[in-house]
């Protein structure tokens, strides 16, 4: 079995085990005399927030760029290169069920820092409405992400370099499954899973001017199509006190490439077609916890395998506030 069929096994057993896993009486977070308390893996997206509940949890991203995994899935080293992100999700529970959240991102690859990507998304939980104590809590959701980082006329930023771009130049839909899930172990101590199941939607008529982060030049003119995409994780925390926990999330993606198309800079006509890239990585993190209301966590991303995607290392902070 290939290391992709292992991933997509491990997934989907993880999603048919999640219901099954014992349940626990306490209370989400911090419960009066509970010594449990989570922030959130670095990776998984957790279940609607109940009604009038903020969430704002802002994350400093490194990332070291030294390599890629080519079409046969080789590493191939490269040069390393650093940049600095900044994300910062914020969510808003409109009702006991229903969720409202934003996503803004920042970059900055050595010309200053870019206003990334921005995202949009509802959620909404249809099952497990005590947060995945008694039953496991289900939800839906739906994002759309809107292209506000800098993607092309690379040429009129900084050096005109690939890493002088913010944003990936799509706009696109997805849609999403978020499972949570707590249980006691026989030791006594609390673990929460999480299973997060995307769709990616395809996305047509992308404009692409210039020098861009598809790889064309100056003077080019055309559009791009993106192909449908899908992603699986698997998140686990185990919490060893009210400050501590640990934390590891496995991702799964896969993306079934892209359309390019359009003329370039002498009139000569570009159609070009990416075949399908995935990626496998894991992110080991761990939490430190102020308070019932302020959390930090501390983890890399690193990639194991892939094809046709890049390879790295990202160690992140974040740091999750509720009001």
Not at 176 to 187: C, D, F, G, I
Not at 253 to 278: C, F, I, N, P
Request: aromatic residues 8%; glycine residues 12%; hydrophobic residues 35%.
């Amino acid at each position: 079995m290939s290391l992709r069929s292992h991933s997509l096994f491990a997934f989907s057993i993880a999603a048919l085990l999640a219901p099954a896993l014992p349940a626990l009486a306490d209370a989400e977070g911090a419960a009066p005399g509970d010594d449990v308390r989570f922030t959130g893996s670095l990776m998984a997206v957790s279940p609607s927030l109940p009604r009038g509940i903020l969430n704002i949890e802002p994350y400093f991203i490194y990332n070291r760029a030294n390599g890629s995994f080519n079409e046969h899935g080789d590493r191939v080293d490269t040069a390393g290169r650093d940049s600095w992100a900044v994300a910062v999700p914020i969510n808003y529970g409109l009702t006991e069920k229903l969720e409202l959240g934003l996503g803004l991102n920042a970059s900055n690859g050595g010309q200053g820092w870019q206003v990334g990507d921005t995202s949009a998304r509802i959620k909404y939980q249809i099952a497990g409405h005590d947060g995945g104590h008694s039953t496991p809590a289900v939800t839906l959701a739906a994002t759309r992400t809107f292209t506000t980082g800098r993607h092309d006329q690379l040429e009129n930023a900084g050096n005109g370099r690939l890493h002088d771009a913010s944003g990936s130049g799509v706009s696109s839909n997805s849609l999403a499954v978020y499972t949570q899930k707590y249980s006691v172990l026989p030791n006594g101590r609390t673990l929460r899973t999480r299973v997060n199941l995307r769709y990616d939607l395809p996305s047509h008529g992308n404009g692409i001017d210039g020098a861009s982060v598809y790889g064309t030049e100056a003077g080019f003119r055309g559009r791009v199509d993106t192909r449908s995409g899908y992603a699986g994780l698997l998140a686990l925390e185990y919490s060893f006190n009210s400050r501590w926990a640990a934390a590891l999330d496995l991702q799964y993606k896969h993306q079934k490439g892209h359309h390019l198309y359009g003329t370039a800079a002498d009139l000569s006509r570009v159609d070009e077609r990416m075949g399908s890239s995935w990626q496998f990585g894991v992110a080991p993190a761990v939490e430190y916890h102020l308070s019932d209301r302020v959390g930090m966590i501390f983890g890399v991303y690193q990639p194991l395998s892939g094809r046709n995607s890049s390879a790295g290392v990202s160690p992140q902070l974040a740091v999750n506030m509720i009001f």
